[in-house]
């Protein structure tokens, strides 16, 4: 098991590798930089190539590829990301607030996607084939097709209209004041998680149906066990591995790809920041953002993993 | 000896795309206090079936029992609630399955499945049942068993496992238990052992035994009385001792004669059955067998026989050449 564990964690660090070295040369290869975006994006005055040549110079991006490279490279050793190209803060500033507050709501739109599509894939895979089957794969049909920034502003709507309210638009942090955070993350969260529930709802389904049709669980009806606790015990366990993986990769994802809903609520998240860190050829900032997504992904998917082998022990012993 | 269990006119009906399959067909059969009953029969005759039906463990909803009774101890069991049913479940019929390899439970330990049984049906607190576990694992014939309950059913070898199972369906000492092709999944030197284990512990232990197979050798060794069954139907009943002796339907006859045996000359042929077992969505009036059968006469085509004597105490046999098939001489061949 140990080995295991370590033989993942060493896998990482090629894995980061090939996303660094990715990122790196896919961001210089997009025409224009943070200099052309700066003096030509804006007020339409004249630059001259000199000056432009200066600030290229003092950003560093007249210095040779793998200079850069290296440059880079040092600094995420020391878990120094570096200044943004653009607003010239540290990067670590930069991000801090917006990926806690990510980060907390993909938590909780988790949570709501996990409450959600476990115990509706159960019930709908126990009565396949009734009304209430049927009745769950239209809630979680629906949830697909509807954007979560639409049913954002659904939410929204419904609040100010029905109950005459609105959630709060400053973001709080969860530190300072946690109902006001929550107030205003929870229907996001929700709108997300809603979403987010319908594939896992869908694959707790199909797992549930197919464990069900197993060996085991007929040995384990012909011991005269409850069917709760066949259920609980015998079947869930089986079926809930192909859930877990869809649940934690759309967690990863959720980070950093919730551009339009962050929107929709009046969040400063990560979503945002990347659009605007991508359009500003803001080299240093965008490039920390995707290191920190993918690290994100690999570290939910040696969770994953991790929880895989705990959950079946065929796993751990190779 | 009392009859334990007796099934009467048994029916259980699969709907498929192709039509309602009628995998039992009215099938009826007993099995007394401590007796070792076999059913027999070619894959897809309904044997299975049988069994699953009087644990009503039928797969719905495309299985389900259409009619007859099954009377154990004296109580209809079609008859209970599913509460009263589990209660039989694993207590007083236990049922081992064919395949050990994906019948028991790839993420619970060896311990948890044998002792679940323990705690529900007979109330054992976890250390109690644990320690009964071993002792049950030990029972089988288990080596190390303390350590085993800790282990997973990968870590054990297929005829570990089926002990396993064994010792999983004797755990809390049904009166009888159901054997679905206990051994077909296991190699040869196997199977011997988890034969004999079991008829050991079947009669150590008293207990009342349905062994249903394909293979005859086991049948010829450890049943008492056989019920052959052909396309959802019990064709031929007797003591194990009469019917290798002297089988008196034609399918019979054809079954033993399609087995090599070790004591006749290496050059004698085999005779297999001709043909194949029959579709059953188009059964016709008939009998069942009358396609493959070397017997058939006219009336067969028209005229499905009924279960009549034939020969000794309690050997029936269904077939209109009775007399015809006894005066065969590879019918004594023995």
Redesign the interface.
Known sequence: MTKFIVRRLLLMIPTLLGVAVLIFLLLRIVPGDVVEARYVGGQGQFVSVEQMAMERAKLGLDQPLWKQFVAWMGGLVRLDLGISMWTGAPITEEIKLRFALSLQLAVMATIVATVLAIPLGIVAALKQDTWIDYGVRVFSIAGLAMPSFWLGIVFILGLLIIFEWLPPMVYTPFWVDPWQNMLQLVWPALAVGYRYSAVATRMTRSAMLEVL????I?????????TK?ILA??AL??AILPVLTVIALEFAFLLGGLVVTEQVFNLNGLGLLFVEAIARRDYTLTQALVMLVATVFIVVNFTVDLLYAW????IRFR | MATLLEVRNLTTEFVTSGGVVRAVDGVSWDVREGETVALVGESGCGKSVSALSV?R?V?APAGRIVGGQVLFKGRDLLALSEEEM??????EI??I?Q?PM????????IG?QLT??LE??LGMTPPEARARAALLLGMVGIPDPARRLGQ?P?QFSGGMRQRM?IA?ALACEPSLVLADEPTTALDVTIQAQILELMKDLSRRLGVAMLIITHNLGVVARYADRVNVMYAGRIVERGSARELYAEPRHPYTLGLLKSVPRLDEPRRARLDPIEGQPPDLTQLGAGCAFEPRCGFRVERCTADRPELRPAGGEGHVAACWELGRVARTPAARVQ
């Open positions: 049709r197993e060996d085991y007929r040995t384990a009806r012909a011991k005269g066990l409850w606790l015990r015998h366990k089986n959950l079946d022990p065929r | 644990m463990l797969a589990r209660r039989i479940r694993g207590r236990a049922m399955f395949e994906t019948s028991l439970n790839p993420v619970l330990t948890r679940e049984g529900i049906h997973y990968h199972m999983m």
